[in-house]
Every structure is written in structure tokens, then in C-alpha cells.
């Protein structure tokens, strides 16, 4: 047994030293900095940081050359370095309503207030391979007019509220419980299923939300508005009695509205579904929007069709890609007292069929 065991050791630290060297690739090519992929693939640090639950682009992309581009283990890399951390307070809530937009859209209202801003997007660029940036550098960039929103914009669903066509928000003074205190338990309410989707996987939130919108969650949605960008970060300090703003993040935002046909109680309105995400990540704010509303069918009293995107603890239990991982993944490990036993179980019960 000692044996297996050393020898295992020295086979694990050959992996190690292997994996070293497939990650630097070939000697010859200069060696990819971490500021690279912070500045040149921000869609990728930003999901990482926003399913890693830390705001912190130089470690996502750290995590990200670490882990060879796997995004699900610089996720896991982030987390892991997370629970580290000590904590010392709680900042207070952000304030969207006052972002600096870099982006910010209404599939609503053509004309809603501030105006459209499309921002830096890839929905109206052709799908066409560009075959330039093989080159060694880039093409020329034209000049752009850059134009960023800092005024407060009314919200688009301000717009419905005043007219009463929008449920309101409930408005409670209770403080949200938090999952990286306490673990998730069921009946969860809406403060916690919004925490667990905001760190979710990205592709299964894409599919769930995708799911209700071909009729498996009863989702009609529009975008009443889409928002990415600056928001500053503020912290009460007890000495000094009031708060201060100690940083700025990038966020996307996401309001959908939804059809809501009303009840003998409610007059007819629309509901609404929110998201919200760290860095630039507008699918899965988007994604994330759409399953807050389906999974408040029993709180606007609608009925449940047994789809997936209803059932709260389907949703929330499978959603983190760290613990799908650790446990898809740990099948890899020895299991062969396990399997002995079930082979032993399989021969002894074909021998008494055979006799």
C-alpha cells in the first residue's frame, strides 16, 4: 500500500509538471499576460467574476491563464480563493438608477427616456470570420464616437408604473439571508433564488430561460430595459457615521416585463422579471431575468405546468457549475472497492440465475 501510494505521489507531481508546460505552449510564441486577457478578453473575466461571486478583473484573468481558458476552473479557482478572504463589513446597496451607461436599451419603448445607447455590441455585427486578426496586429480601428450615458436615466418601467401597468416591487426591510454564510435551503425566497441565479452557470441559466420561452414556464418577455455599466460601491464607516464610496464596478442590468392577464383580486398589468450580474454579461442577466419570473408563478398565484424552470429546487440546486463539477467530475477518482464489490454482487447473481 505504501508503495501505490508513493508511487501515485510521483505520477500526480508528473501531471503537474505536464500540465506546466502544455499551459506555457510553444516556446517560441511570446508569453500571454494577464493583462492581455484582462483588456482583450473581458467577456471572459467578466463571467468568471460574475460566477465566482469577486469583483476583482486581475484575478479573473490570472484564473483564467491558470486554467487554460477553462472558465469553468478559473471559476472555481476564484471561488476557491474567495473563502480566504476575510470579511470586514458589507457595502450598502448600489444604485443602478444613477449608472454611468455604456450601453442601455429598450426593446419596449423606441423613444424611452435618455434615448437608446447601443454601446459596444456584437448584435449588429455580421457573423463572418475576420480573417485580419490573424495577422500580426490588428486592422486600422476607425474613430468611434464614444458616448456614454452619466445623467440618471428614468426607467423604462417607471414609464408603466405611473400608469399602474407594472406590479410593483414589494418592498420589505428584512435582510437577505446569504449563501456564502449559510447554505441554500428550500422554500427559498426571492432575495436567495436571485443570489443563486446571479452566480449560475451561464449555459444551463441560457437553457432553462430558452425552455420557457418555447411554452415550459408559460415566459412571454420583452426587455423593458438592458443597462451596462459604472456604478460606484459605498460603505458605511461606524467612526465616521456616514458613508463613503470606496470603488466603482462595472454591472449589467436587466427588467423584463411580462404578461400578466390579471386575476378577481388584481386588475390586468404586467409583471416583471430582474437580473443582474457583474462586468458586461447581458445573456445571463438576460437568462437570469427570465427565470426570476418563472419562478414566481405561485406568488402571482398562476398555476404550475410542471416545467423545469418552475420548480425552484430543480433550478437552484443544479444551477452552480462548482458543485455539478465536483460532483461529475469526481467520478474520475478511484472508485475500485466500489466497482469490485458491484462486479462481485453482478457474477454471484448470474451464477445462481445459471443454476
Known amino acids: 500500500m505504501y508503495v501505490a501510494v508513493k508511487g ?5 507531481d508528473q501531471a503537474h509538471a505536464w500540465l506546466a508546460e502544455v499551459r506555457r505552449g510553444d516556446q517560441n510564441t511570446a508569453v500571454l499576460d494577464t493583462a492581455q486577457i484582462r483588456d482583450q478578453l473581458t467577456l471572459a473575466c467578466n463571467r468568471v467574476m460574475a460566477e465566482g461571486s469577486l469583483y476583482d478583473p486581475d484575478l479573473a484573468a490570472l484564473a483564467i491563464k491558470q486554467a487554460r481558458g477553462d ?11 474567495r473563502t480566504t478572504l476575510p470579511r470586514f463589513g458589507a457595502s450598502a446597496p448600489i444604485d443602478t438608477g444613477a449608472m454611468t ?28 470570420l475576420d480573417f485580419t486578426l490573424l495577422a500580426n496586429g490588428e486592422a486600422e480601428l476607425a474613430e468611434t464616437e464614444r458616448q456614454t450615458l452619466n445623467e440618471p436615466l428614468a426607467r ?19 435582510e437577505p439571508g446569504d449563501l456564502t454564510r449559510q447554505p441554500l435551503a428550500f422554500p427559498a425566497d426571492r432575495a436567495l433564488r436571485l443570489q ?12 432553462l430561460a430558452y425552455s420557457t420561452q418555447r411554452g415550459y414556464g408559460r415566459n412571454h418577455p420583452f426587455i423593458g ?10 460603505m458605511e464607516i461606524p467612526e465616521l457615521g ?3 464610496v470606496i470603488g466603482e464596478i462595472t454591472v449589467t442590468e436587466c427588467e423584463t416585463v411580462n404578461q400578466f392577464v390579471g386575476s378577481r383580486k388584481q386588475p390586468a398589468q404586467f409583471t416583471r422579471g430582474y437580473g443582474l450580474t457583474f462586468g458586461h454579461t447581458e445573456r445571463k442577466a438576460i437568462a437570469m431575468a427570465l427565470l426570476d419570473r418563472a419562478l414566481r408563478w405561485e406568488e402571482l398565484g398562476e398555476d404550475d405546468t410542471g416545467a423545469p424552470a418552475q420548480d425552484a429546487e430543480f433550478v437552484l440546486s443544479h444551477a452552480d457549475n462548482i458543485q455539478a463539477t465536483g460532483f461529475l467530475e469526481h467520478i474520475k477518482l478511484p472508485h475500485y ?6 462486479l462481485e454482487l453482478v457474477r454471484r447473481l448470474r451464477a445462481e440465475a445459471e443454476q
Not at 423604462?156 to 428584512?174: C, T, W, Y
Open 337 to 342: 472497492v466500489d466497482f469490485q464489490s458491484e
Open 8 to 12: 501515485g505521489e510521483k505520477a500526480i
Open 101 to 128: 451607461c455604456i450601453r442601455r436599451i429598450s426593446a419596449t419603448f423606441k423613444d424611452a427616456p435618455g434615448g437608446q445607447l447601443l454601446g459596444p455590441t456584437f448584435d449588429y455585427t455580421h457573423r463572418l
Open 196 to 207: 443563486s441565479l446571479s452566480r449560475a452557470d451561464e449555459g444551463f441559466a441560457l437553457c
Open 225 to 234: 430595459e438592458l443597462r451596462v455599466g459604472h456604478v460606484e460601491v459605498s
Open 71 to 81: 472558465l469553468v476552473e478559473a471559476i472555481f479557482l476564484i471561488r476557491a480563493y
Open 156 to 174: 423604462v418601467s417607471d414609464i408603466l408604473g405611473k400608469d399602474a401597468l407594472l406590479q410593483p416591487e414589494p418592498s420589505g426591510n428584512e
Open 242 to 244: 456616514f458613508s463613503i
